[in-house]
């Protein structure tokens, strides 16, 4: 039965601290003690049953982001789990091998519950992408990368929508990491975990990366940059080949996303080791065959935008009301989605993320997306004044409700989500 052949885990999530600083204990979220969250590694075609128990003081909802899940495991704003109380959530892993990540969802307070460190990643591989044989095991690291603003005394300092003043970076929990690094291949999983802001990552010496991945699996094949852009929530596999720098260099992975907020360039410093290693692992020309997701059937437009009395953040002129129905989809159709950013006026950006389906990007701004970020994506950047065009297909064995919603969260938990019903 589904319990014999599903992998359990147990996760408890808590108050802590975490050593950010030397010498002081910095009061966090976390799972399981962990910040951010321990990274959960699963396969596609053997389930994970986890059970999570909440010793917070607030409502806790666990959300696989990115994630092929039924309603009543997706986290849904409304469906928290009580202070004190536990519960299952079943994650079936039927898609493709992808990087997804795991984050606190519950209404209202999700932003800060995520911005206290309630993230973390999960991956699911499958015997297709093992045979293409890309850097595995030691050599294929997550980076979950966020902001954060911290006082004098190493503490968090938590402000809704105070974007401008989370200047430090945290990857995997530290600020401006060394990793010791071999003269090979890495496959390196980035997630944008920030609540609010965009990241343009690229190396210093300047070096091109190879794409392989983007949210939701694989590329079509893989496509070699100067530069990747992630905004909250996406995510990107990339493979970096540090042989090709001699020992002894320091490899920067810097933001370069321009802007008066910018906060310090360097996130993290690969010291490149030793002399060139023996590497079997392989970038292959071909990736996968991608999905034809058909011809729409039915067209929407959705408006990103601040409320007519610009007091908050809106899908269509409305607040969430996470009881409202919004929209109705049926099962197996496909939609051409508009998604306008009507915020030029106040220069906001916005993404649109859906949960359950993985779709394709069209176009923005009336250009096609580069090939890197048109599919399997499941949140789309809408930068500020323009639109992009999504094709989704709900492909997705299941229905019922689930929310879709700007992935800034202090967007998103102050009112810019909505909820579709899946029929
Ligand atoms: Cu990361 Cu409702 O999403
Ligand atoms: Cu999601
Ligand atoms: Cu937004």
Redesign the pocket.
């Known amino acids: 039965t589904s319990s014999r052949s599903a992998d359990h885990y147990e996760m408890v999530v808590t108050p802590a601290t975490a050593r950010i600083f030397p010498g002081l204990d910095t009061r966090v979220l976390t799972f399981n003690g962990s910040f951010p969250g321990p990274t959960i590694r699963s396969r596609r075609g053997r389930a994970a049953v986890v059970k999570v128990t909440n010793k917070m003081s607030t409502p806790a909802a666990v ?1 696989l ?2 994630a092929n899940v039924a309603p009543e495991s997706d986290g849904h704003p409304l469906d928290t789990i009580d202070p004190g109380a536990s519960r299952l959530y079943h994650y079936p892993n039927s898609q493709p091998a992808a990087t997804l ?1 795991y ?1 606190d ?1 519950a209404h209202h307070v999700e932003a800060e519950q995520v911005y206290r460190g309630l993230t973390g990643a999960y991956i699911i591989s499958d015997s297709e992408t093992d045979a293409l044989r890309l850097p595995s095991g030691e050599f294929d690291i997550p980076l979950v990368i966020r902001d954060a603003q911290f006082d004098g005394d190493g503490q968090l300092v938590w402000k809704l929508d105070d974007f401008a003043n989370r200047k430090t970076v945290l990857v995997n929990g530290a600020i401006q990491p060394t990793h010791k690094v071999k003269r090979r291949k890495y496959r390196l999983r980035l997630i944008n975990a920030a609540n609010s802001r965009p990241l343009r990552l690229a190396l210093n010496p300047a070096s091109d990366v190879i794409q392989i991945a983007s949210d939701g699996g694989l590329l079509g094949r893989p496509v070699t940059r100067p530069e990747v852009e992630l905004w909250p ?1 996406e995510r990107a596999e990339i493979v970096i080949d540090f042989s090709k720098f001699p020992s002894g260099t320091n490899v920067i992975l810097e933001n370069t996303f321009n802007g008066p907020e910018t906060p310090g360039r360097q996130l993290l410093r690969f010291e490149v080791t030793g002399s060139v290693v023996a590497d079997d692992s392989v970038v292959p020309a071909k990736l996968r065959d991608l999905e034809d997701l058909g011809t729409p059937t039915v067209t929407r437009r959705i408006v990103l935008a601040r409320d007519p009395t610009n007091t908050f953040y809106a899908i269509d002129g409305k607040a969430y009301d996470p009881k409202r129905i919004d929209l109705t989809v049926k099962r197996g159709t496909t939609e051409l989605w508009e998604v306008v950013n009507d915020d030029g006026q106040y220069n906001f950006p916005h993404s649109i ?1 859906l ?1 359950l389906v993985q779709f394709r990007v069209l176009e923005r701004a009336g250009q096609p997306v580069g090939e890197w970020e048109a599919y399997p994506k499941d ?1 789309a950047r809408v930068p500020a004044g323009q639109t992009v065009k999504i094709l989704v297909k709900f492909d997705s064995e299941f229905t019922g409700v689930y ?1 879709f ?1 700007c ?1 800034f969260f202090d967007h ?1 938990s102050m009112a810019m ?1 909505a909820n579709m019903q899946v029929l």
């Open positions: 959300h982001h990115g990540w984050h969802h929530a993320h949960h949140t929310p919603h992935h998103s989500m």
